[in-house]
């Protein structure tokens, strides 16, 4: 059984607790020595994914800058912002706009509050209590949640590593209120893992992969947890897309399956730029 294995063989709670516990003795050296910045989560509170979390949220704000010309003057929506990996460095971009941002992990939204919403009042976080079954065990379902938000509220939208962690039927329903939400001329940005007919997944215990298909055209990387990880095909996506009043203006394929090299992909995952149909 693979390390991954194991870990989605516990329950959410057990999840964030191996991983706080694990890391406590580092980050508590961190603490002590000083090297951890006040704005700065602990390791073992970093329950979004591995990798630097300060530069990932750099190079997510200079994608958002990139890809979707992000102006200081924007109002935005993070959708799953988790524990502000890109809510952080955008406080010194968006200084005249307006943050909002949402998650089902109280934990996570309760740290953005306490450690950003204070030195920048304009940006907001929410917790929602929706169901996923790798973060959560309410019961609520995403497909039924309506944002809370007027409709034509945002400039930009942006969900980094969050379509990669839903259900097809809450993405489905996200679109349809990504489309409600979004201004007209807004933009949004979700990062995927698509695929194509020649995709074919390693075994399950193989390291990254998405051994069950579906016959809808989606791939799941374990049964066990839905949520743990989604591979969509294209075709799908197109379709879903379409049914949401949506429109794919470009990809940027990611690394993640091997056919983009890592260093001339912009991401792992594959990046989706949206408009309005
Ligand atoms: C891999 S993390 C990425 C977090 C953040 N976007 C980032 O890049 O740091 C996925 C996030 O999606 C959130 N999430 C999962 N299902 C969600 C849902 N239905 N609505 C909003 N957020 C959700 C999780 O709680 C988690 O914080």
Known sequence: MSLRNIYYSLSPELRLAVRKLYYLPHDLLQQLSGKRSELQPGKGDIYIGSGDFLSQGKKQVQTLTDHIDLKESDVVLDIGCGIGRTALPLTKILTTGRYEGFDVVKKGVDWCKRHISINYPNFHFTFVSLH????????????????????????????????????????????TEIKRVLKPEGKCLATFFLYDQDFASKEPDDGFSFPYEYPAGYRLMSKKVQSANIAISLDLLNRMMDTAGLQIEKIEFGYWNGKIAKDIALNFQDTVIIKSK
């Not at 930009?156 to 489905?172: A, D, G, N, P």
């Open 132 to 175: 996923n079954d790798l973060y959560n065990n309410f019961k609520a379902k995403g497909e039924e949640f309506s944002f809370p938000y007027p409709d034509s509220t945002f400039d930009k939208i942006f969900l980094f590593s969050v379509f990669t962690h839903m259900r097809i039927e809450e993405i489905q329903h996200y679109l």
